[in-house]
């Protein structure tokens, strides 16, 4: 499954209006809004999205690292306990 | 002058049964709200809310900059209603259960803010919490910002938590809303000795109030003036059978508008349909109003609580449009006032009114001659 391409899916489920949104083309994209065009709220709930897809469990701390696209897909590569052959397949199963 | 340039809604008439509840009861449902709810990744209230920030109106707020401010104001009824804390709520398969996964954002102003930033506002973010009576009690700030404080706009979103297991359970103990086994013998209806009560709905609306400037489109509707009262009664869960508070919100929002009770020719009521509201919305009327026609929505869409103020005006406004004045569907009695018979709509005023639990009447003018 296409990281990039799932988190755009999280993003466009959570975010009410996408006008500021960025579509990230690259893992090395920045999470900075002025990067992105996600504020700290879109980015909460997009990222709570991309856990329950990952089947990774809500902790206290939640601590995902959030420098680049690729330090979010690697922790949830680390901690992910199910996975999905496609980002369709994954979005249908977070009901 | 302030106008109601633009509003938009969101309501059904179609019932569903609600059965896996203690007090089994329709409700008027918009099914695709509760899309990912069961997963708390989506809130119902937040995604009905948003089918109302349509980009039509979005872009007519940031493609028309006022001069003076603009103002955005969530008036969100009774924000504490989550169905997760209900005394009966345990069942997490039940049809309506939910999770909520981010709370403080549910119906809060960090909400508000979120939904004001898309029309860019920066001059007023707030929040009401007045319940049943929020979106007109709403029309006294906005009428308070327009025309005390420099704004030129103010954007008014409504809409609440109104069906849940919690709200389903809490107002179909109290005997307000129809239950099921009562079906046989009663239907919704308001001002009538055999037909009483009402079921929930889901509602949302957005409505923009301006002052005139270049940009304006046609306005649906001139606003004249808002009041809320509160009534001299210990109960917050009453309402007095002599109908006071309706009454001083009544004659606060006629002094307010510089109109006299001749003024008004149409009432959109509360028109809830249970005894006390029949007796103390009706006995107020007819004392503080002289010739006028009056209807009632919460049979068509249900009791959308916080949003029902405006969003019922709203419906009165698209009826005024046809030129009529709707019936109070199933009246059982023939009735020249509180309709039983849709009424050709006359000229002249006409006031919207709202109540809420907490002892709160809200009473809003418009005119439809723009």
Known sequence: ???????????????????????????????????IGLDSLDLTLSLILVMDVYGIPETQDFNIPTESLKAVMDYMHENKTRDFDSVEAAMKEVV | MIYLSKFVLSSTE????????????????????????????KYPPHTLLETVVT?????????????????????????????????????????????????????????????????????????????CASSLKVMMDVQNLMNNFGFDRVIVLSG???????????????????QHKDEGEMQPSAFDSTNKGFFLGQGAVLS???????????PEAKFLGAYTSAEDNTNPLGQRSDGQGYSKSIEGALHIA????????????????????????????????????????KQRIGHTMGASG?????????????????????????????????????????????????????????????
């Not at chain 1, 296409?2 to 090395?28: G, H, M, N, Q």
């Open chain 1, 1 to 35: 499954m296409d990281f990039i391409e799932l988190f755009d899916a999280c993003v466009k489920e959570t975010k009410p209006r996408l006008d500021k949104y960025t579509t990230p083309t690259s893992l090395d994209t920045t999470l900075k809004e002025e990067d």
């Open chain 2, 14 to 41: 179609h019932t569903t049964l609600v059965s896996d509840v203690p007090f089994p009861q329709h409700a008027h449902i918009i099914p695709s709200t509760f899309r990912r709810a069961k997963s708390g990744m």
């Open chain 2, 55 to 131: 980009d039509e109106a979005v872009n007519y707020v940031l493609d028309n900059p006022v001069q003076g401010k603009t103002g955005f104001i969530f008036a969100a009824g009774n924000q504490g209603w989550m169905n997760n804390n209900g005394r009966y709520d345990k069942d997490d398969t039940a049809e309506l259960h939910y999770k909520v996964k981010i709370p403080f954002i549910v119906l809060t102003n960090i909400y508000a803010g979120r939904i004001a930033s898309i029309f860019h506002v920066h001059d007023h973010v707030s929040t009401d919490a007045s319940a």
């Open chain 2, 160 to 178: 609440e938590d109104s069906v849940n297991n919690l709200t389903l359970e809490f107002f179909g103990e109290a005997g307000a809303s129809l």
């Open chain 2, 208 to 218: 923009i109030f301006e002052k005139e400037h270049r940009g304006m489109v046609y």
């Open chain 2, 258 to 297: 510089k109109l006299t009770k001749d003024d008004v020719t149409v009432v959109k009521t509360h028109g809830t349909g249970t005894d006390v509201n029949n007796a103390a919305e009706k006995t107020a009327l007819m004392r503080s109003l002289n010739t006028f026609v009056a209807t009632s929505y």
């Open chain 2, 310 to 370: 405006l969003l019922e005006t709203g419906l009165l406004l698209n009826d005024l449009k046809r030129g009529i004045v709707p019936q109070i569907l199933n009246r059982t009695e023939a009735d020249d006032v509180f309709l039983s018979y849709d009424a050709p709509a006359p000229q002249g005023a006409f006031l919207s009114l709202a109540a809420g639990m907490g002892n709160v009447y809200s009473a809003a003018l418009f005119s439809t001659e723009v």
